[in-house]
């Protein structure tokens, strides 16, 4: 699993509990898939099709970093298939999980369009060249 994007736990983000608000780690997790997938796919009109189960292991809380990982699953005409996990930084413990995010590329009327993607293609950094 790669974990590609950091975000801080703020006052803002927590839910009544005083704890990281589900809707509001749902929210970076869609963000981080759809830029991803973008990347990949190179197709700005890529949306989140499917979403399957998604398992809360434990909390964060205020001033926690958490890491948002991904790893692609597999490509399919039009989509790519991807697994999730977001854990506490410094702990490593896991927060969520979810096994399946399909994210569609479409066409500038919003069909389904094909990507010609097989494999993860690794973007080289243009300052390191």
């Keep these: 699993m790669k ?3 950091r975000k801080w736990v703020k006052p803002q983000d927590l839910n009544p509990n005083g ?3 589900g809707g509001r780690l749902l929210e ?3 963000e981080e898939m759809g830029i991803y997938a ?3 796919l190179e197709i700005p009109r890529t949306v989140t099709k499917y979403m399957s189960e998604i398992d809360f292991v434990s909390s964060a809380k205020l001033g926690d ?15 790519i298939t991807l697994k999730c996990s977001v854990r506490n930084k410094l702990t490593h ?20 369009k094909s990507h010609g993607k097989t494999e993860v293609e690794y973007v080289k950094d243009r300052l390191n060249k």
Excluded: R
């Excluded at 890491?67 to 692609?72: A, C, D, R, S």
């Design 3 to 5: 974990f590609h994007t």
């Design 19 to 21: 704890t990281l608000f």
């Design 28 to 30: 970076w997790i869609d």
């Design 38 to 40: 973008i990347i990949q």
């Design 65 to 79: 970093i958490i890491e948002i990982g991904m790893v692609v699953l597999a490509f399919g005409n039009s989509s």
């Design 93 to 112: 413990k896991t927060i969520i999980e979810i096994e399946k995010i399909v994210m569609v590329s479409l066409d500038e009327n919003g069909n389904p």
